[in-house]
């Protein structure tokens, strides 16, 4: 019985990392490079619906265009995160990269004045019994504040690391999830 668990043990231990994968991707083996995309393409693409409002044809786009990226930038992974951190760093950049280029994140006073002007009989106060979902409540929210809340809350960011990777303040990151929260509250209540 300990030799079979012996050789499971062993068995496992020569399993590959993603390290290893990587090593041997930036070598050259494009089979290896197949492997971390087999193991990363679910979790990138979630992260890629969740940041593009659940449009799935842009998340496919998105997460295609990651790969495509990772396989270029490969050679400047140096292991001091998780491979799987990098390559999620990797995604939110990309698909942040289109609100750094507006260098203006829309407010949350902008955004709900512009929205109560274009729906007839928008009521700010909405009755206890109309309810919103959570994935409509998101969708509700401006696109920066909308990035804040699922970087911190979804996928456990730190207002630092989503000030470096958005471009905006930590204070910013800290009033834009605030106000998120409290939006949500009140939209879902």
Same mark, same amino acid.
């Given at each position: 019985?300990? /030799? ?27 089979? #290896?490079?197949?492997? $971390?995309?087999? @193991?990363? %393409?679910?979790? %990138?693409?979630?992260?890629?619906? @969740? ?24 050679? =400047? ?6 491979? /799987? ?14 609100? @750094? $280029?507006?260098?203006?994140?829309? /407010? ?18 909405? =009755? /206890? ?35 470096? $990777? ?6 910013? =990151? ?13 939209? $879902? #209540?």
């Amino acid at each position: 019985m300990q /030799s079979a668990r012996a050789n499971e043990h062993v068995a496992q231990a020569a399993q590959p990392t993603d390290a290893d994968w990587v090593r041997a991707a930036v070598a050259g083996d494009a089979a #290896a490079f197949e492997q $971390l995309y087999r @193991r990363h %393409v679910d979790r %990138v693409f979630g992260l890629c619906v @969740r940041l593009v409002d659940g449009d799935r044809g842009k998340a496919e786009h998105y997460t295609q265009d990651v790969f495509v990226r990772a396989w270029e930038k490969l050679g =400047s992974f140096r292991g001091e995160a998780q491979f /799987s951190t990098w390559l999620h760093r990797l995604a939110v950049n990309l698909v942040l990269g289109e609100y @750094r $280029l507006l260098r203006r994140w829309v /407010s949350f006073d902008d955004h709900l004045a512009e929205q109560a002007g274009n729906e007839p009989g928008h009521d700010p106060h909405r =009755s /206890s019994g109309e309810r919103l979902d959570v994935e409509r409540a998101l969708a509700r929210l401006p696109k920066g504040a909308r990035a804040v809340i699922m970087l911190h809350d979804v996928e456990g960011y730190r207002h630092e690391e989503i000030a470096a $990777l958005t471009g905006i303040a930590v204070g910013t =990151s800290k009033a834009q999830l605030h106000r998120a929260r409290k939006l949500m509250k009140e939209w $879902l #209540a």
